[in-house]
């Protein structure tokens, strides 16, 4: 049965695996080894020239932020989805 009275099962079916699929590839990030070899790479003589530094750094920095703002919106998300409706 649908808890909802304005989405069918498909529709509720459809924002489960939507919601598993997003969650399945944060954690993935999470155990993911590419930053860790990055910071042996980067060690390597002659490795890069200042403009690639700055490239590189600018990079970090928007992966930084994206990181936080999906941190910020899940928390924003579930805040809102509590707000609807009783609870069960």
């Given at each position: 049965m649908c808890a909802s009275k304005t989405l069918d099962a498909a529709?509720?079916?459809?924002?489960?695996?939507?919601i598993t699929e997003l969650s399945d590839a944060l954690a993935k990030l999470g155990r993911?080894?590419?930053?860790?070899?990055?910071?042996?790479i980067i060690r390597r003589p002659g490795w890069t020239t200042p403009?690639?530094?700055?490239?590189c750094l600018a990079l970090?920095?928007?992966m930084q932020a994206h990181v936080t703002?999906?941190?910020?919106?899940s928390a924003r998300l579930l805040k809102a989805s509590l707000a609807?409706?009783?609870a069960a």
């Amino acid at each position: 049965m649908c808890a909802s009275k304005t989405l069918d099962a498909a529709h509720l079916g459809t924002l489960e695996k939507k919601i598993t699929e997003l969650s399945d590839a944060l954690a993935k990030l999470g155990r993911d080894t590419d930053l860790r070899d990055l910071l042996r790479i980067i060690r390597r003589p002659g490795w890069t020239t200042p403009a690639e530094y700055a490239f590189c750094l600018a990079l970090l920095d928007d992966m930084q932020a994206h990181v936080t703002a999906i941190d910020a919106l899940s928390a924003r998300l579930l805040k809102a989805s509590l707000a609807v409706g009783p609870a069960a």
